[in-house]
């Protein structure tokens, strides 16, 4: 019995050992799973964050390569568009705006290659561009005031018998914020009111105004952007009625501009261009917002038989705006001015009384007309060239505070920003030729176009008097 019991008991132990060498193995086993499931996750992280940095990598670089060249040219300084700095006052106070921009491209390299400060310093330019005034369209100006000479090769520019105006005003949500102490609504009305009121009692003036119904929301879009509405006119200037007109609406929703201009072309098809002069005004701070093509509708309008002289105003307008609405001045043969207040507002209003008076006018003492038209062309060039270097000066001033910002942030270092500055200066000296070269230009073209006036108006009298 005895004997049995042990070997029971022998059994017992043997299948305890055995059982315990299994669970020993099946742990063996496990941890080595967790083990490679482990290293697997560990190398998975490591992966995505390569691929993150990569990825990083590949952005900053994308938008050091895609910062635009720095402009060489007369036309490139005048197409350029605004950065996300242009015309600070103190660049200092947009340190953590500084700091967002840049960590996007990371710090110099410590090494860098003339490529590199290239294009670190192209992405620089690009943040504190400004918007330079064209001077092309002081060329059109110039035109604009000789409005009625029928010796001007633009037929648009021959006085007709009949006049017309159309003004059309975005009334978009925008148009709420203030430029100042006041909305650019406030400031926009008051500057219509004081044009209308100027001009010839013979003139039919029309008011148009969109986007005024609704809100922003996108709810409201098809509502906003459905709502064009002529408020006024064509009719000779009423006071009363007109301030009405002004008093029935205020900025609200959406900006369908290119239904707006349609929708002077149509009220406009009547007035050919043979018996009437057709001006048209578009007064606006923002881009098309309705899923329509207002570039399209102004070339279209342009080419109609009512082939109007569109002005268009930028007001407080942002980079893409801005580069819209030039794009529309230019496939309309038309003007465009920026606007950045008040009196920049009213100073296009002015430009456009200052043509009506000479409708009422027109080749009255011919000649001395001719010579204040070129003294008044001497203002211009004077005040486009102090522009052109104001916004030059303020340009490069802000590119070497950025440069020490830059510096501060230890983006780069005290040697580089040295470098770079040193860089920026050649900069300097370019544009700033530049500017001289654009004077010359105008100048000489001044000469050419007032002593051709000139010339034609005197051949004119000479035949009347032979």
């Not at 670190?120 to 561009?129: E, F, N």
């Not at 219509?192 to 003139?203: D, H, R, T």
């Not at 342009?302 to 942002?318: A, H």
């Not at 370019?430 to 051949?459: G, P, S, Y």
Request: aromatic residues 8%; charged residues 30%.
């Amino acid at each position: 019995m005895a004997k049995k019991l042990t070997i029971a008991v022998l059994f017992f132990l043997v299948a305890l050992l055995l059982i315990g060498c299994n669970d020993d193995e099946k742990d063996k086993e496990s941890q080595k799973e967790l083990d490679s499931a482990s290293e697997a996750i560990e190398t998975e992280d490591v992966k995505e964050e390569e691929t993150e940095k990569v990825e990083e990598e590949v952005a900053a670089s994308s938008l050091l390569l895609h910062a635009p060249a720095i402009p060489t040219t007369i036309d490139e300084m005048a197409n350029q568009l605004p950065g996300l700095f242009a015309g600070a006052d103190n660049i200092y106070d947009y340190a953590d705006e500084i700091k967002q921009e840049f960590d996007k491209v990371g710090p110099l390299p410590e090494n860098p290659t003339d490529e590199e400060y290239d294009q670190y310093l192209r992405y620089i330019y690009s943040l504190v561009a400004e918007d330079y005034p064209n001077p092309e369209d002081v060329i059109k100006q110039w035109q604009f005031a000789s409005f009625g000479n029928p010796d001007l090769p633009d037929s648009r520019y021959h006085f007709k018998p009949n006049y017309n105006i159309e003004i059309l005003l975005d009334a978009s949500g925008s148009m709420a914020n203030y430029a100042g102490s006041r909305t650019r609504m406030e400031i926009a009305k008051e500057a219509i009111l004081q044009f209308v009121q100027k001009v010839p009692k013979e003139a039919n003036v029309s008011l148009r105004v969109y986007g005024h119904e609704g809100t922003g929301a996108d709810r409201d879009k098809e509502l906003s952007c459905s709502t064009i509405e002529q408020v006024y006119g064509f009719a000779p200037y009423d006071e009363e009625k007109f301030k009405n007109a002004l008093s029935e609406f205020e900025p609200a929703g959406w900006t369908p501009l290119a239904g707006a201009l349609s929708a002077a072309k149509e009220s406009m098809a009547s007035f050919h261009t043979d018996d009437y002069t057709n001006l048209i005004y578009v007064v606006s701070d923002g881009i098309e917002t309705c899923d329509g093509d207002p570039v399209a509708v102004a070339e279209e309008l342009s080419q109609s038989d009512i082939q109007p002289i569109i002005n268009i105003i930028g007001f407080q307008t942002d980079q893409e705006a801005q580069k819209q609405l030039q794009e529309i001045a230019r496939v309309a043969d038309g003007i465009y001015a920026t606007a950045n207040n008040q009196e920049e507002l009213q100073a296009e209003f002015k430009r456009a009384e200052e043509v009506l008076e000479a409708w009422e006018k027109w080749k009255r003492d011919a000649l001395k007309d001719v010579k204040a038209g070129q003294v008044d062309a001497s203002f211009d060039i004077i005040a486009i060239h102090n522009k052109w270097s104001s916004i030059t000066r303020r340009t490069m001033n802000n590119m070497w505070r950025l440069i020490t910002q830059l510096d501060e942030l230890e983006f780069i270092t005290f040697e580089q920003r040295m470098e770079l500055d040193a860089r920026r200066k050649e900069i300097k000296d370019d544009i700033e030729e530049l500017v001289r070269e654009l004077r010359k230009n105008l100048e000489q073209m001044k000469a050419e176009n007032f002593e051709e006036a000139q010339q034609q108006i005197e051949k004119i009298f000479q035949e009347q008097n032979s």
